[in-house]
């Protein structure tokens, strides 16, 4: 096929594709959809190898946020039932923390649900990153917390974070339908800051909203423009109790063009399959693993995930291997182009994301396309046919335990 062929080659070329290129992805059919991961595959190995990344979520504080995400089980008048507590202790963080790196993570998401921290709060983080890399300093530290005021970034870097995640979720044109109480400039404004300060930035996108194949691409490739290190891609998990809970507009084909896309146009770039990819994907998971390179580990903010052994079993069933801690995420070039060294080794980092309503692995607060066979728009019944909620299930465990924290 000679739109893969010229794909595959500017990907390992680390040359963009164009608009209708990326377009073109998404509207393959069923009968090319192998050809189509096989072509992001060369890509991803070209530059990741067969190395999969471990992330793992600690949701420091759940639920009672003032913004209006559409897509999130913790926004303002949200009526999904999941635990909602206050900030986690240092040494409770840690030891979620500990809980995931012991499953093989080597990047931990820490993530708060609120608008933005306070200063006060930027202290309780940096007193939270002192504790988990005082138990491993090899520990990737990745902070979301929100949007970002002045010098904010700058004192999580000096506090030891590696990493900040601030995912843009959707495109600017169709922003405002899905938030109010910020702007899509607000985003991409604390983007700026975390990359400005050094810190590896992590920022992605949440398909599954009702969104068009044009949003798709025009949010993917705002953020190559943006340069993250790494771009979380979240399936919307629509909650009961959200204003989306009955956009259920994914298949697992539809998902693995979107990373397809993803992979080409940022083909050096860690690309994570987020939340959403257990209720999505499905028994197709192991086909994702050959277009990116990184996923969470375990229960994602306010959803569970499937078991860390069978994320572990899929991984080594697949034919890949899990990135150690002493090797680095990103590719030579971008670990020395990066200001803020951050390219996933002992001593560089890579990167990681999640959501609330896309339920990533780190957009906390903020933060999961289309279906139909050929990944065109929905068919009248497809969406009711395709859709599992049997497998949407509300966490019930506290960060890296049996019980709620501060229950």
Excluded at 304 to 324: H, N, R, S, T, Y
Aim: charged share 25%; net charge negative.
């Amino acid at each position: 096929m000679d739109l893969l062929d010229t794909l595959t080659d500017k990907g390992l070329r680390r040359e963009l594709p164009t608009r209708e290129e990326a377009l073109a992805v998404l509207a393959t059919t069923d009968d090319e959809l192998l050809d189509v991961v096989a072509a992001a595959g060369r890509v991803r190995r070209q530059w990741f190898g067969r190395r999969v990344k471990l992330n793992y979520l600690v949701n420091l504080k759940s639920g009672l946020c003032p913004e209006d995400c559409s897509y999130c089980s913790q926004r303002l008048g949200s009526k999904a039932e999941i635990l909602k507590y206050t900030w986690l202790k240092p040494d409770q963080a840690a030891e979620a923390a500990a809980a995931g790196v012991a499953g093989g993570a080597k990047r931990v998401c820490l993530v708060a649900s609120g608008r933005g921290p306070t200063d006060r709060d930027i202290d309780r983080v940096a007193d939270t990153i002192a504790a988990i890399k005082g138990a491993d300093e090899q520990v990737e530290v990745c902070a979301c917390l929100g949007l970002l005021s002045d010098n904010q970034a700058e004192r999580l870097k000096a506090a030891g974070a590696d990493a900040y995640n601030h995912n843009l979720n959707t495109s600017e044109s169709t922003y405002g339908d899905i938030t109010t109480t910020h702007t899509y400039a607000d985003r991409v404004d604390t983007v700026t800051k975390a990359h400005g300060a050094g810190l590896s930035a992590c920022s992605g996108l949440i398909a599954g909203m009702g969104e068009s194949d044009e949003d798709l691409v025009d949010v993917v490739f705002a953020l190559r423009e943006l340069d993250p290190d790494s771009v979380p891609v979240n399936f919307l998990i629509p909650f009961e109790g959200t204003p989306l809970a009955e956009e259920w507009n994914l298949t697992p084909q539809r998902c693995l063009r979107i990373l397809a896309m993803v992979r080409f146009v940022c083909p050096d770039i860690e690309v994570r399959i987020a939340g959403g990819r257990e209720v999505h994907l499905r028994s197709m998971q192991p086909l994702g693993l050959h277009i990116a390179n990184s996923i969470f580990l375990g229960d994602y903010l306010t959803s569970e995930g499937q078991a860390g052994q069978a994320d572990l079993d899929m991984i080594k069933d697949a034919g890949f291997e899990v990135e150690g801690a002493e090797q680095t995420t990103l590719p030579r070039h971008r670990v020395t182009a990066s200001a803020g060294g951050c390219g996933g080794g002992a001593s560089v980092c890579g990167s990681s994301d999640s959501a609330c309503g896309g339920e990533s692995g780190c957009g906390g607060h903020e933060d999961a396309s289309a279906c139909g066979p050929c990944g065109g728009p929905p068919t009248e019944d497809s969406a009711e046919d395709d859709a599992r909620t049997d497998l949407v299930r509300v966490r019930r465990r506290g960060a890296g335990t049996e019980l709620a924290p501060n229950a």
